[in-house]
């Protein structure tokens, strides 16, 4: 493993970090896998050197963060040397506050997702969306407080458009407020779009890039079918339940660019999924990609990754296929 700085704090994280959506109640995804199919995976990641773990209170409405603190707890982590994130933003309940970004939803899920985690602080505490219906003064204060309380050591935010994000760091540069260290984006060789205007936002910031889906939901590993392949089965359980996806990629050009990560991979001799998140490592600005493991195979492509350095000449070849998306994600 390879370790780096989280954006421009001076912490430490792995290169890699562990998305927790994966872990949790099946009642929330049938993919979800609870605690004894997950305790393996998580246990095996922080052996190979993953000290940076992502999860979110909606993640199976709060499963993964119990889940993701007894790891913490019962693998014997060092609480000081790992990095724990989570989110706040997406309903809680059918409750009219139990969303969003106001001051009352943010205060009383951090102390919510505290006592899932049983911890006293979170690393990092992310938006996981922009609100719109809450004024980012009452958003940016109220997240300032919890910095400040000594609930989170960081802020983060995840996606949306960049000209809202300036505006955010902007209000908290203007009244000293601690400001957003990283950004968690939709990002991968399928969906590039966030390098015209987030990313280089980021880099002039300094603000850490940990992308999500950097496997585009396993697309780029190669297993998924064309609308006409489709009917003839071979897909996975979350490919052919994942209706996000769907909305995502599947477009003509997105299989040319799988096309073009296969023949790279054959060349060397590896999986898919290396490539592809060897070539997000060479990103500028990337702190850590967030990578879902279901399965042990795919946990021990993602590690290898780490050491597969690609040439200038094929991440051009990666490169080359890709055709301009639609915005997509940030909802």
């Known amino acids: 493993m390879e370790y780096g700085n989280l954006g421009g704090t001076g912490t430490t994280v792995s290169r890699l970090a562990l998305g ?16 004894d199919d997950a305790a393996p995976l998580i246990r095996r990641a922080y052996e ?19 889940i993701t603190g007894r790891a913490v707890r019962e693998f014997g982590m060092n609480r000081d040397e790992v ?11 059918d409750g009219r506050n139990d969303r969003g970004l106001s001051r009352k939803h943010i205060m009383a899920s951090i102390d919510a997702s505290l006592q899932r985690l049983k911890m006293d602080y979170v690393d990092l505490y992310q ?87 950097p496997l585009a939901r396993g697309f780029l590993a190669g297993n998924r079918k064309t609308n006409e392949d489709k009917a003839k089965g071979g897909e996975t359980v979350r490919a052919k339940s994942d209706a996000f996806a769907h909305t995502m990629y599947y477009r003509e050009a997105d299989f040319k660019v799988v096309d073009r990560v296969t023949e790279v991979a054959q060349e060397r001799g590896v999986k898919n999924a290396q490539i592809a998140l060897a070539w997000m490592l060479t990103k500028p600005g990337v702190s850590a990609p967030i990578i879902g493991a279901s399965k042990a195979y795919q946990l021990e492509d993602a590690l290898a990754a780490v050491e597969l350095k690609l040439t200038e000449d094929e991440v051009k070849r990666l490169e080359e296929p890709y055709e301009p998306h639609p915005v997509l994600g940030m909802h």
């Open 48 to 66: 190979g050197g993953i000290t940076f773990f992502d999860t979110a209170d909606i993640y199976s409405l709060g499963a993964s963060e119990e």
């Open 20 to 35: 927790m959506m994966t872990y949790g109640a099946k009642s929330w995804r049938d993919w979800v896998l609870e605690w």
């Open 127 to 213: 938006i996981h969306r922009a609100d719109h219906n809450t004024p980012i003064e009452e958003s940016l204060d109220a997240l300032d407080d919890v910095v400040r309380a000594g609930k989170a050591r960081y802020l983060g935010a995840s996606s949306m458009f960049a000209w809202e994000f300036l505006k955010m760091l902007e209000f908290q540069k203007q009244h000293g407020f601690a400001r957003f260290v990283t950004m968690q984006n939709h990002y991968n060789l399928l969906y590039r779009e966030e390098e015209r205007e987030m990313n280089p936002l980021c880099a002039a910031e300094n603000v850490g890039l940990i992308p999500w889906s």
């Open 83 to 93: 990095v724990i994130a989570t989110k706040v933003y997406n309903p809680m309940g």
